[in-house]
């Protein structure tokens, strides 16, 4: 590809100076990452076929081996008989946008696929997302929930104290965290560790609050296991004990009877005609 270059601004990008271009020198193809030509070439084909413009994102690598991401738009101007004249169009580098996506979508991700629940709502306490887990958690499709206020799943556990010293918490712009007793769509009751966090905008402002919750029934339902155990076996204890206790009294009071009338025997002194 011949590409003719106007101003400087290629060499601060690129690192070569627009003359490398204009004398054909350097190709325009030559920095387009190989991965990102195909998609590069179907972008002008479609562009002939239609209003002749076209918009395409890219990577490019730079003299310096450093790899950038290139928004280029153009228009292709054709003469009389249909043929390409030339193509006007301006590059933009998107490097820092595209690598700012790239964090949105690993961070996306990693919600879409955490094991724990994950609630997004607005100040006012309107579900704006719900991630995969909580669907699963609760019963509750993204569509039933998004729209609605978190307190659907309320099981009636916690009174109003409860709640008025979360939002207290959460509005003052710390975290909040503890435990919920809440209630399935089926009605099934459910224990949920949650920690609840709120999101500022540029100028400080509370947007969204963010809640991740883990199910925690299954641990919550080994505790009480544990406790009702332990009851167990201190009622056991004490009923070992107080049968030992019962079982020395009874065994003593004969034996003291047995052991005085001993020492009486021992005390006396029989002749042998006794």
Known sequence: WSVAFRDDKIEKMLGCSPEDFNSGKRKWSDFIVEKDLPAV???????????????????????DGETLWLSDRGTIVCNEKGEIDYVSGVFF????R???????????RAIE??????????????????????????????????GQNPRILK???HGAEFYEGLWKEILEGNVWRGEFQNKKKSGELYWESSSISPVLN??????????????????KRMEKELIEAKIAADEANKA?????????HEIRTPMTSIIGYTDLLMAYEFSPQE
């Not at 070992?240 to 020395?248: R, T």
């Open 41 to 63: 070439n179907d972008a002008f084909v479609k562009a002939l076929k239609t209003d002749k413009s076209f918009v395409r994102e890219y990577r490019v690598r730079t003299v």
């Open 93 to 96: 580098d998107v490097t820092e």
């Open 98 to 108: 595209k690598e700012a996506e790239g964090e949105l979508l690993k961070l996306s």
């Open 113 to 146: 696929q955490s094991p724990a629940s994950v609630v997004i709502t607005d100040r006012k306490g309107a579900i704006e997302y719900v991630n995969p887990n909580f669907v699963k958690v609760t019963g509750y499709s993204a569509e039933e929930a998004i």
């Open 155 to 157: 099981s009636g556990k």
């Open 202 to 219: 540029a100028a400080g402002e509370i947007t969204h609050f963010v809640a991740v919750k883990q199910d925690t029934t299954e641990r």
């Open 240 to 248: 070992k004990g107080d049968f030992l206790a019962n079982m020395s």
